[in-house]
């Protein structure tokens, strides 16, 4: 931490921060220069948790210099982590697909679903049974019933099957059924509920919210991870811009950031992002090549009738095509799909 | 609701959409220009929810014309809407002052402020139990005993009182000890606490998202209003752009937008949203001048050793002097403190 | 300026970065924290400007510590600036309104609107001759001929006049006509422009870019001060971001931020922030309110009619309306109009 | 043009826009909804320019159906256009890489880079001759002189070389010494500029401005072909966002959003997006398989010592490693390097 003086800051006004941090058992190092006076703080800057020394007099601004997450950091834990979904390992040298239906709408839309995905190649079923919507008045989801489709489409194609929750009601329904719990963008600062997947100690794909920084986003990972649960992935799905030809904007450098800056795996949601169908395959293209560790895709078998996000997703046979034509991109980043 | 064909659709695309819509018993107006074919949609277009008539052949794009939150609309409610906590009333001749500390540390100092705040004009004691944090690392707040605490400052002073909710669990608890619940910015899409929040029939102050627009915000007031509840105020306190000298950006501009767009009332928080305490003031002054119904405004009885945001709080003193300052703005907009 | 040494920084790089600042001339003040060490660079920076020491071995990042503004900044200038236009002073005790059309039409449209706004209280006269519009086939301005429209409109009114210009040429017309230059948001950092327009010697009013941080903007009006011409009036007018309902969002925190950062004069724009007419008059008392030097608010004899930003245009009377209605503000600020 | 009326918009209100609009040589389709009533405007739109019917009584919003660019428009050119630079195609097989020091420090720098970014397969020689700088205090380029360098490593090495031009002047200078003009980004909207570099006939390198959508700067390309030059490059470089892990946030969704859009070639700038050579690989491999034209990479003899972003810029092993590993995924996007 270092402390900015303003100009013309009085000695007294120094000595008296400098006091404040030795009274903690912390260091200040003082350095002098002809138009501003910085001081650096060495030692546990936890301990200076109550003090609000931006305020003091004097004081121009405090620079962090250490993040404040520990338990995602790559600083800490340099290896990258493999995340396990039932059988699949995500982080590792297969680019995982996860694909399924924004929205559950029917046991047998999802059952067609997970056995068209798995033929594509597809490792992991996703579905929403609780639809976080803009609107009241849009369908909400199938809630627990959506649940128990999911699983019974893990039972029959053997792929693990992942759900987003948006409340404490849904993370305890999901436990029952599901292998991963998805915290979606609109949530990713609700840390109560972060807390609550933590605790269920089942894997966690956590997405980007539509505002946040990576900084932000890896600290709530971490409240995830301090529960005891280090099973995240991160998902990019776009953030907010003043871009309006796609819904949002998919921030595709976030991938090279997070693996320089964490030793979580990271995968790339363009269905979200982007909005528009078209633009789904060459952003999938391009989140490989930048090096995420795989991809969520929506998909469904009557796109025109989906009752959540149709125009995004692809039909069986625009999926299957799309997994053929990622195969060499995936060969040649070293991985397998 | 119109669908904008592509240049050179086919005529039996736009067939195929005009017999969709009319299926629905919808009427379609065709528009044939020299360029492109526009189809106006009339009557309910809820009947139309099942259909993605964005991703049928030769549709370039279709325009939203009606907004989708009603209850909160203008158009359906002309006269604006004055929401009562306690005998406090938000929407009508007074500028109502919310104030208190950031996060409530101790019995001491929620007591001392809220004579002090009272003593100076506020008329709503505010104070946080529960508090969303970026880190998991900082102080989370006293949860149910700091709701103990602001039932107690009521009683002493009279004030009503007003705290953020972030769970289920805090709703719950709140409903027993305070008079107003806050859905915090970082919480407005999360659909799930508001309808909760809908369901207890207390006032609800909803703070804008730190990226949500304003269609996006007054929807997420149409979640509580549709659970019975519409005892609604909105609260601007900044939005997330490229900008670092303040935390946030102010969107001043959103108080005349919802007073045109929407009959609820509004309030700005200008603490939260610049995170510097020298700039309170002139926002305050910009917010009431713009026509805003009240103001949050962070108070703390030494904010150099606050628990959270100290640097945005006032002291007592700054405090009464704002609003001290205030009061001839206030009397020039037609309205009292 | 302080650099962030990566933790397990070897000590032979921290070694050499104290080198190079040394042989420079500076000194280095180490601070060895048990994660990080920190090293405080003391003396004259612009020495070290062909050095790149953020890409040195182990190093983190090198954290600015004072403003690369020197002329504009309030540090070294800590009175108010007062720019001249004519006779009248902005920066003072007026609130100083510009008024007039976004472009000049013809010289009645022209001459109409210099009486009608000098009628209503208003200062200075504005208008358009060089349009930059988003596309080609939109009106550009009349260029030449409206800029000696101007002239025409302050002989018969003794208004001072305002023009944007956009090019060297556009400049060269303009002092022969006109008594302040405008640079519009879209050239804020066209620096060459800036350096032209610093050359002439006439007050220059320098419109925030729709993207550009304060800092930036501080930069910018940096190029016109350091030519020898200190007459800079800054214009908030409104930045980019995700919000749709207003054209711009009017970031009118910048108010307080630009008076506490610099001593040049500030004026808000709010008729091109928000390009809707029913939201300048709560914006205009906002800026007075929030501490604005001034208001530019485009007046139209037809707005229906107008070749540029109509929309966003009052008509005389709503114009003469307004400034009444502003007059008892500007009187609790304890100033005039 | 589709004219949203107010709800409640009386019929007299809606007959004056039919007529304003048939006295024009158009034809008005009025479709009356339950709530609203649309009017679909049918004809030649720029007749309207001089009505601005957003204000017209009971007139809600005005909504563009068709773009208000024509010549850069894929629906009116839907073959994609391949521009040459000497004698180099962009927009056809070949993936053109562009490379070389952010400024010209002198001729040995620039000579000793032409030769090396030759080797390791680059096709054009960038080279920064006017410096676009925040601050008037930074390196501002070499000028003319430095343009002659440029023609020196051209005839030296063969490679077409590209500038950035700031000003008419730069425009008078380069042409003589340059192939190609670079139009950086914060000059993206300098109208003027974009005439004048149209006018010379050179083909045009248009990078896209900070905050400009992708319409604006699709209008921004019509300023120059509209007179008479079709040979332009568009150049994705990161807009603004609240992000600040890396200096800009890189678009590749525009990529396809151009290739959907337009007809003109898109190249990628991830040097200046993000601010960090570390991330220079991923985001190169991210924009070719993303379907990018080309790539424009920083590149300089000693960046440690780099006059301007150094930080991003690689050295001439780390430039010629990047090729290569970049060759297998160009071939498996059907080009060549």
């Not at 699983?151 to 991963?180: F, H, Q, W």
Request: aromatic share 4%; glycine share 8%.
């Amino acid at each position: 931490m270092i402390i900015v003086m303003k100009p013309q800051a009085k000695q007294e006004s120094i000595q008296r921060i400098k006091n404040i941090i030795e009274s903690k058992g912390l260091d200040a190092h003082i350095s002098a220069g002809k138009e501003v006076t910085i001081i650096g703080v060495v030692g546990d800057k936890t301990k200076l948790q109550d003090q609000n020394l931006e305020i003091f007099e004097d004081v121009e601004k405090i620079v962090a210099v250490t993040e404040s997450y520990k338990l995602a950091n790559k600083k800490f834990h340099p290896d990258p982590s493999i995340v396990k979904v039932g059988n699949v390992e995500i982080g590792g040298k297969t680019v995982v697909i996860m694909s399924g239906p924004c929205a559950i709408e029917s046991k047998e839309q999802l059952l067609i679903t997970a056995h068209a995905i798995k033929k594509a190649g597809a490792h992991i079923l996703r579905g929403g049974a609780y639809k976080p919507r803009t609107s009241p008045y849009a369908f909400q989801g199938l809630e627990e019933e959506g649940l128990k489709f999911m699983k019974e489409a893990r039972e029959e194609t053997g792929l693990p099957v992942i759900c987003e929750v948006t409340s404490l009601n849904a993370i305890e329904a999901a436990v029952k059924y599901v292998d991963m719990l998805q915290i979606g963008a609109r949530n990713m600062q609700n840390f109560y509920l972060l807390k609550e997947a933590g605790k269920t100690g089942l894997p966690v794909l956590l997405k980007r919210g539509l505002s946040a920084t990576i900084d932000e986003w890896l600290n709530a990972s971490e409240y995830i991870i301090s529960e005891g649960n280090p099973n995240v992935v991160l998902c990019e799905r776009g953030i907010r811009t003043f871009e309006t030809a796609t819904r949002n904007t998919l921030d595709l450098s976030a991938v090279p950031v997070i693996k320089e800056k964490s030793h979580l795996p990271i995968i790339v949601d363009p269905s979200h992002a982007t909005g528009v169908r078209a633009y789904v395959k060459p952003l999938s293209m391009g989140a490989i090549a930048t090096g995420a560790d795989g991809l969520m895709i929506e998909t469904h078998p009557n796109p025109s009738c989906a009752l959540s996000d149709g125009p995004q997703s692809l039909t069986f046979e625009q999926f299957e095509k799309l997994t053929q034509e990622l195969r060499p991109l995936i060969e040649i980043m070293g991985k397998s799909l």
